[in-house]
């Protein structure tokens, strides 16, 4: 090569990689270009923003409050249409059930979402007081048979191992029951102390069957093993001990790390803390820009790690991973 | 090499970054409670020398963090940096919806009525969609800004009861506070007997507490509908109508009276008996025969009314102005004050015993 191809070619790239640079520092692009990368290596890394799913264009998710996904289909509480909305993965909206009212397959805040493992859907219902369960077409096949009557008004909803965990806000407590309606346990009671709640939105299970329950009206997570004894409380401070920096925390979930994530509604923030609960992410931020939220409620994590987020304003799921 | 050089400007990159991100953070600013955003500053002391709590309510406690719920610093919608100008009401609703188990406007309400628009004959004040001057009766009320949550309260906290707003669309109707006729609700027994809520008492209304606090909601209520304010029998300068008393500290002559403050249903609405549908079902009607029964056929709908219909004149006006419909059939002697529905009652009015509903009695 001439000495002259050369200059040119090395002032070529001098030029070019300022540009670059100064391109991406100066648009911020440096978020944008990192999926790109850590798509090629989904493995490793922080999980980040991926895809939103909006609902069908008719008729868009209005104040969706849960998510959950079962077999491969994610499944919406689109609260204020009262129905279920349901996505394949790649957000496309496949079909939906129910409709506003009291009677069977009816909702009026159908709120907690989740699915047996025969993919049956249970539908938890904070107005009527009631579970639905609906098959995978959704046809609804009945109530769930709360043997006891605890249920008052479910708002979290959660199977794990064959057991129902679910939140009564009124109640405040969270019971436990197995899927024939037995009421195995309970945990909680109105106040303020350990082991007490004020309106627990959201429950979730780890690998260790301990039991995480937002306790949003004490601005708290709430640890509990399996027993239902009283562990520890996440509130964003230090050791959980000092002023909480979750504001109204809504959805609570464990990847298989054990990572805890919390949705801080008002805060408009999904906060992330490892098992000795130091604070390791904090996705969202108000706004209505990709991978921002306002106003989130609902969060789910599904087996492959994957964190879905109801954002009830922009009225649409974020998914991070 | 070329690794090094890659190293290189990854380096040179992450340098420019960083001083981006500290030209970034020395924009910040953090909130404090009197000085909750850029320009907008809020005394530390209140006129009586005592430290100003500026106590926002509920889980907004006096610290940093709250104000910035509501108030952006940098993404500010509005002159007061408000993140919330246009879904206000969705803020409100994220805790108001039920999810608190308390409190829920969606629902049945705890004295200020619904927002549910689900159920038949209902009607509301639409919050986010009318204009304040769209008020019935509207005639010195100019403001246009929307219809809000925060039209009538302050989500800071208020010396009134349900933290409402001492100065309306404008207009500070009233210096001394408006109190509610507020008890502990049963159905939240279990938080308001626990000791460790830090005295967080979930209670119930029935309207203004008060002679005196009865004329002060009806001005409340007419700092919108500003012609609505009334009394007996005198022509409205502002709009030359005539209207039934709505001033006064009597029963059944002020806005609550006939009124809800957030909306109605029909599942809130009552007959001139004071019964509801859940009543009616109890009893074992059909629950389609009660919904027929109760519902508000007037032309211009139910109009936030905690009566169905005209029936609330009823309840009043066997003694005052009587009808002459006959009173309805009941279970228990009206004599001697066993009856399900109505008694007679002695007035010292008209000198006489006078049938009179017991629903009477509930009318504020």
Known sequence: MKKVTTYIWMSAMVVLSVALFSAITLLDLGPSLKPIVAAANPTSGDPEFRQSFYGSFEEPLNKPMDVTKIGELIYVTDTKNKQVQVFDQSGNNVFKFGKEGADEGQFQFPYGIAGDKDENIYVADMYNGKISIFNTKGEFIKYFPDQDKVIQSPGGLRIYDEKLYVTDIKENKVYVLNLEGKKLMEIGGSGQDEGKFIAPNAVAVDKDDQIYVTDSGNNRVQIFDKEGKFVRIINGSKDGKGTPLFVNPRGVGVDSNGTVYVVSNLSHNVYAYDKDGNEVLVLGGMGTENGQLYLPNGLYIDDRNAIYVTDTINQRISIFY | ?364
């Not at chain 2, 400007?9 to 500290?22: E, G, P, Y």
């Not at chain 2, 020398?49 to 509005?78: D, I, M």
Request: one cysteine or more; glycine letters at 8%.
């Open chain 2, 1 to 364: 090499m070329s690794k090094v050089k890659l190293g290189f400007t990854a380096l040179f990159t992450l340098i420019l970054l960083s001083m981006f991100a500290a030209f970034a953070s020395a924009a910040e600013f953090t909130p404090t409670p009197s000085n909750p955003a850029p320009d907008i500053h809020v005394g530390t002391i209140d006129n009586n020398g005592n430290v100003n709590q500026h106590k926002t309510h509920g889980n907004f406690q006096n610290n940093t963090n709250s104000c910035g719920n509501c108030h952006s610093t940098h993404n500010g919608e509005s002159a007061t940096l408000l993140k919330f100008e246009k879904t206000e009401s969705d803020l409100c609703l994220s805790c108001h919806d039920g999810t608190l188990g308390f409190y829920n406007v969606l629902g049945q309400g705890a004295g200020g009525g619904t927002f549910n628009s689900s159920h038949e004959s209902s009607s509301m004040h639409n919050v986010g969609t009318v204009a304040i001057n769209s008020a019935p009766g509207a005639y010195d009320n100019k403001v246009e800004d929307e219809l809000q949550c925060s039209s009538c309260h302050n989500p800071h906290g208020s010396t009134n009861d349900r933290l409402l707003k001492q100065t309306v669309a404008g207009v500070t109707y009233s210096t001394t506070p408006i109190k509610l006729a507020l008890t502990e609700d049963p159905a939240f027994a279990a938080i308001n007997s626990s000791s460790t809520n830090s005295g967080l008492k979930i209670t119930k209304s029935i309207g203004p507490k008060e002679n005196a606090d009865k004329v002060t909601y009806a001005a409340f209520c007419s700092t919108c509908h500003d012609s609505y304010l009334a009394g007996s029998g005198t022509q409205s300068a502002k709009s030359g109508h005539y209207s039934h008393t709505t001033n006064s500290s009597s029963a059944g002559r002020n806005c609550a009276s006939c009124h809800y403050a957030h909306g109605t249903d029909i599942t809130l609405l009552k007959d001139t008996a004071g019964k509801t549908i859940a009543d009616y079902v109890a009893a074992g009607w059909e629950k389609e025969t009660a919904i027929k029964y109760m519902k508000d056929v007037s032309a211009g709908g139910s109009a936030n009314k905690k009566y169905t219909n005209m029936s609330v004149c009823w309840t009043c006006h066997t003694s005052s102005h009587p009808l002459d419909t006959p009173m309805p059939a009941q279970v228990g002697d009206p004599n001697n004050g066993t009856g399900e529905l109505w008694n007679y009652v002695w007035s010292s009015r008209y000198n006489k015993m006078i049938p009179t509903f017991n629903e009477k009695a509930n009318i504020r």
